[in-house]
């Protein structure tokens, strides 16, 4: 590349950046990073002009398209609909460069991008940059370190972009503010033109009847991120007014997780928050702090201390009663604050009850059209795939930011896309108890911390849908009684893992957010045919697990087995038709299963055995009956047939 060249790209780049930039893994010099520039445009020109036999005669020969390809280098070399560069030709203005000798040109120079770690991460840098100067100073604070943590997550690179072969995508791009409800148990007065949730919030401090918001959101669906926006928004304003976005008063944050392993912390609520914010006593907070809001995000992370389950609202009523000048926003997955039972605690204050929603049609159009400006141009077919989801499918999946991400990004497998059963499976099994998304707030931690009783909480699930259903699916919902008696049948290990299941059932699903009712509803009926798919798989290995070889030699112990087992069979399609929904993910689950030869076990039992020869013979010639609480005697003959349709 001739002097002169180099020589365009070195304006340019000191037009955009004086000195250089805070990048994500490093501090890039202006030198250095058109030196990176020079390497990728030169060694493309190269590749390009060899495949194509126009040596030092091609399109690079121009200042305009040196100038093009640079600037779009300095934006991160994003997507963009027109990759055409201005001069369309080199020397020869009547040879017309392809659309294929165009595209050969971006893959390479996209590859060169990639394996420069500075450029990959190019646009998340300047990103990156605009907020360590912003925070310049600030973030060695030893006060209000997880306010200053919220500002810098938001231009954090998301946590499926931060490997080598991805471009660096950050949360400003992607982030879309989400639309919400007012919980009938809300004291928060009801507007006829019903104001966005950033404006909701920014007012909310002048709010003399309610001094608490519970703002509770189903896993995913973008609380941390909503802090995150208004931390950076908040700073911002600060920077240019001086005065916030919440009309003077400080925003300060508390990240909940940070005290889930503090043993103090239920002894002594008030003092560990205080000392989280920076603080040694509360004169000292309220001196520094005036009229101020609070946020406490993830309260429902605090579930994995011991004794916090049976204590939440109370200790939740002294933390409002000890910071008694300030307005306390507090964020939660759905059912593990009681609103009720915190307004009984006497906390001298309204509670302000804010739902927030899934995303519908028009915020999920949103979210990926901003995806789509700073993503890789292979993701753009799975971007189209999830815009053609019918609604009915989408509820419950790809309606919430991180379910999106996770589609858009590659987390969900592909062949989730073909089998429903798979794509639940994956979202409700792995995701919402597993996702790694927390790498945007902590290096250390990264799940939430009731990972570990991901299991007996999907089985819950399982128990909570036939619960359902055993009402011919006429109560479409549970109470906590419900919710107790399921846990006591489980027979779950120890008294502490009871209690926490009793309070976090809720933490790994996705629910219908009933302020008036405080009952358990799925947040859609797919998702509840799901858990009762799963619930029958559950108890078809129960069955078999009372089969053995013996009962082949034994006609008397055999016959008893095969009584046994229509009894539960019949018991567990008892209370009502399973609807074609159910069959559906029956059918995909074991579809899934033989494809991917992981066949269940009750499956290799049967296969070792063939029992179920003899239990239809015992039903056919015998008449087999079985009690019905719906609608009487019912013959089992025609009953199984129908299953056997099903199945």
């Known amino acids: 590349m001739n002097e002169q060249i180099y020589g365009y790209i070195s304006s340019i780049v000191t037009g955009l950046v004086t000195n250089g930039i805070q990048g994500i893994f490093d501090y890039i010099t202006k030198e250095n990073l058109q030196d990176r520039i020079t390497n990728v ?14 040596s030092n005669s091609s399109l690079f020969i121009w200042q305009k398209n040196i100038e093009f390809y640079t600037q779009w280098l300095m934006e991160g070399f994003l997507p963009r609909k027109d990759v055409f560069p201005p001069v369309q030709y080199g020397e020869k203005a009547d040879s017309i460069v392809t659309p294929e000798e165009v595209d050969f040109i971006y893959r390479h120079m996209d590859r060169l991008v990639k394996n420069d770690p500075e450029l990959r991460s190019l646009h998340a840098s300047i990103v990156c940059d605009d907020i360590y100067r912003m925070l310049e100073g600030k973030e060695k604070s030893e006060r209000n370190q997880d306010y200053y943590g919220y500002v810098k997550s938001y231009g954090s690179v998301l946590f499926l972009h931060k490997a080598e072969d991805k471009r660096a995508i950050t949360l400003k791009d992607t982030y879309v503010r989400p639309d919400y409800d007012i919980a009938p148990r809300s ?129 939740l009523s002294e933390i409002i009663r000890g910071f008694s000048e300030s307005h306390i926003i507090i964020t939660t997955r ?25 995303f519908n049609a028009r915020k999920r159009e949103e979210w990926i059209e901003k995806y789509r400006k700073v993503c890789d141009r292979e993701e753009f077919p799975r971007l189209d795939r999830i815009l053609g989801i019918e609604d009915d499918s989408s509820d419950g999946i790809c309606d919430t930011p991180l379910a999106l991400y996770m589609l858009a990004a590659g987390k969900i497998t592909d062949e989730a896309w ?11 099994s792995v995701e919402l108890s597993n996702t790694e998304y927390n790498k945007l707030f902590s290096r250390d931690s990264y799940t939430h911390m009731i990972s570990r009783y991901k299991d007996v909480l999907y089985r819950v699930g399982a128990e909570i849908a036939y619960k359902m259903y055993a009402t011919g699916n006429k109560k479409l919902y ?27 059932y809720a933490l790994c699903n996705y629910w219908k957010n009933d302020g008036k009712r405080g009952v358990a509803e799925f947040y859609h009926n797919n998702i509840r045919d799901f858990f009762l798919c799963e619930k029958i798989f559950y108890e078809l290995e129960t069955i078999y697990q009372s089969f053995d070889e013996e009962c082949m030699r034994d006609e008397q112990k055999r016959s008893t087995v095969i009584e046994a087992f229509i009894c539960a069979f019949s018991r567990l399609f008892a209370d009502s038709d399973v609807s074609d929904k159910v069959s559906e993910f029956i059918y995909y689950r074991s579809l899934y299963k033989m494809l991917s030869n992981e066949e269940e076990e009750f499956i290799r039992q049967e296969l070792k055995y063939q029992f179920l020869g003899y239990f239809f013979e015992k039903m056919f010639f015998h008449g087999a009956v079985h009690d019905y609480r719906y609608d009487g005697k019912r013959s089992l003959l025609q009953y199984s047939g129908c299953r056997i349709c099903q199945f």
């Open 187 to 315: 004291s928060m007065r009801l507007w006829e033109s019903r104001p966005d949730i950033e404006k909701l919030l920014a007012e909310f401090p002048a709010d003399r009847k309610n001094r608490v918001m519970v703002m509770e959101g189903d896993a995913g669906v973008g609380k941390s991120s909503l802090i995150s926006y208004l931390a950076f928004g908040n700073e911002k304003a600060m920077q240019e007014s001086g005065n916030g976005i919440f009309d003077g008063c400080a925003m300060f944050c508390v990240r909940l997780r940070n005290l889930t392993m503090s043993k103090k912390f239920i002894e002594a609520p008030v003092k560990e928050l205080l000392g989280e914010l920076g603080f040694e006593t509360y004169e000292a907070f309220a001196e520094k702090a005036g009229k101020s809001v609070l946020f406490l995000d993830g309260f429902d992370e605090l579930c994995m201390i011991d004794g916090m389950t049976d204590f939440a609202e109370q200790i």
């Open 418 to 428: 073909d089998n429903p059963w798979v794509l639940y499976h994956q979202i409700f």
């Open 334 to 358: 759905p059912k593990f604050i009681d609103v009720l039972k915190l307004k009984e605690e006497g906390i001298g204050t309204g509670i302000a009850y804010v739902l927030l929603k899934h």
């Open 478 to 504: 549970v109470t906590q009684d419900d919710i107790g008696e399921i846990i006591c049948g489980l027979q779950l290990e120890s008294k502490q893992t009871g209690q926490i299941v009793r309070r976090c």
């Open 41 to 54: 445009i030169e060694t493309a020109q190269e590749i390009y002009e060899k495949e194509y036999q126009c």
